[in-house]
């Protein structure tokens, strides 16, 4: 894993929206996988900014969804696709149908999963996969447990998560859907880049198990310490467990990435 560890969040944001700018750039038909959360709305907020500044088309850029809630209707404030139209794709010019997400509100939740996996299948997967993660170690919706799936599919939220989502219902957590649709990890797991960011003293206990610990169903994201081409940019707070951080040459601490 490559890891980086910005001075705090607006540092992060800069360098996470210039690696995936310089993606964009250098291939015009990327296919991008998505996260959304607070963690990346500084990101998307300078991807924007350097999307103008450096004219980036997204005429052929796909994306793909990490996970949406299930029976929250697609126009409510709080789906992940009007989050994603928000804070992102309404700014840049993606086209309409490129921009996907599964459909929590599909009546086949079984076909919906499949139809989903397929048209990543069919995009030729994911280039670059960004990635949020959850204070118990969650990657989309891929909750701990005895065992993760690998396929897009039905997830029963666990109690903090719905807690940690209240946010984007008014800090009402029973407005907070029960259930959602995630990819699995195999989508995660078979891009051929992922870009995992965290800030904040709440994520540093599952970024210290994720980076450092052993791998486990019980810390969904410790797999990405599997993936041959995993970048994680942290700001101090969420580094601040790690306990390997002088004896790690290759963790460039205060080091911008490279673009
Ligand atoms: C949510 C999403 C994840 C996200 C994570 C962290 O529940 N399903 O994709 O990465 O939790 O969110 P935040 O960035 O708001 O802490």
Not at 68 to 84: C, D, N, Q
Not at 218 to 247: C, G, I, K, Y
Request: proline share 5%.
């Amino acid at each position: 894993m490559n890891l980086h560890i910005f001075d705090n969040e607006s540092t992060l944001a800069r360098a996470a929206a210039r690696l995936i700018a310089a993606r964009l750039r250098d291939e015009p038909r990327l296919v991008l996988g998505l996260p959304t959360g607070r963690t990346p709305i500084d990101v998307y907020a300078q991807l924007v900014a350097e999307t103008a500044a450096s004219r980036i088309d997204w005429s052929g850029v796909r994306s793909f969804n990490l996970d949406e809630f299930i029976g929250l209707p697609r126009e409510h404030a709080a789906s992940y696709r009007s989050f994603m139209w928000r804070h992102l794709f309404d700014h840049v010019n993606i086209r309409h149908e490129h921009a996907q997400f599964p459909d929590g509100m599909a009546a086949d939740v079984e076909g919906e999963c499949r139809r989903y996996d397929a048209a990543i299948r069919d995009a030729g997967g994911i280039d670059l996969q960004v990635l949020g993660i959850g204070g118990n170690g969650h990657v989309g919706f891929n909750e701990p447990a005895e065992e993760l799936q690998a396929a897009t599919h039905r997830v029963t939220l666990h109690a903090d998560t719905r807690a940690a989502n209240a946010g984007w219902f008014a800090g009402d957590v029973s407005q907070v859907p029960t259930e959602a649709l995630s990819v699995g990890m195999a989508s995660i797991l078979m891009a051929r880049q992922v870009l995992l960011l965290a800030t904040g003293e709440e994520k540093a206990e599952a970024i210290a198990g994720a980076i450092e610990g052993g791998i486990t169903t019980r810390l969904p994201a410790s797999f990405l310490q599997l993936h041959s081409n995993a970048t994680v940019m942290l700001d101090r707070a969420a580094a601040s467990r790690l306990t390997r951080l002088e004896a790690a040459p290759a963790a460039p601490a205060d080091r911008p990435a490279a673009p």
